[in-house]
């Protein structure tokens, strides 16, 4: 299964990024296998909608799950109308959060936010 997460970094070791739609940075890992991509998010520095770009650029990855500490409601509506499970990541790299998930100790991410609306890009 491959599950994209928002991370600091372009590799496994990397830490998982705070924030979802401004972050610079997805990996996409196969989790069977742990071969990974790096997708830039060029959503970061979008004026406005960034949440529901970055949601779309993880539909349009093929990943059928994400790992991330927090989601607004739109980007949470893009993906799970596409079918993808959202999960609430925890401290770590990205390896650490993809073990986690394997050995199913990550919960679904229930507290979606509204989202920052209006608040721009960097």
Excluded: W
């Amino acid at each position: 299964m491959k599950i994209a997460i928002p991370s600091e970094g372009k590799n496994l070791e990397s830490l998982v990024n705070q924030t979802f739609g401004r972050t610079e940075t997805f990996i996409v890992v196969d989790n069977s296998d742990m071969s990974y991509k790096a997708i830039d998010n060029t959503a970061a520095s979008a004026q406005g909608g960034a949440g529901i770009k970055a949601a779309q650029a993880i539909v349009d990855s093929g990943a059928e799950a994400i790992i991330t500490f927090r989601c607004g409601q739109n980007a949470a509506d893009v993906l799970k109308t596409a079918g993808i499970k959202i999960y609430k990541a925890t401290a770590g790299s990205i390896n650490d959060v993809v073990k986690m998930y394997n050995a199913g100790k990550l919960d679904e991410l229930t507290d979606i936010h509204a989202g920052y609306h209006n608040h721009g890009g960097a």
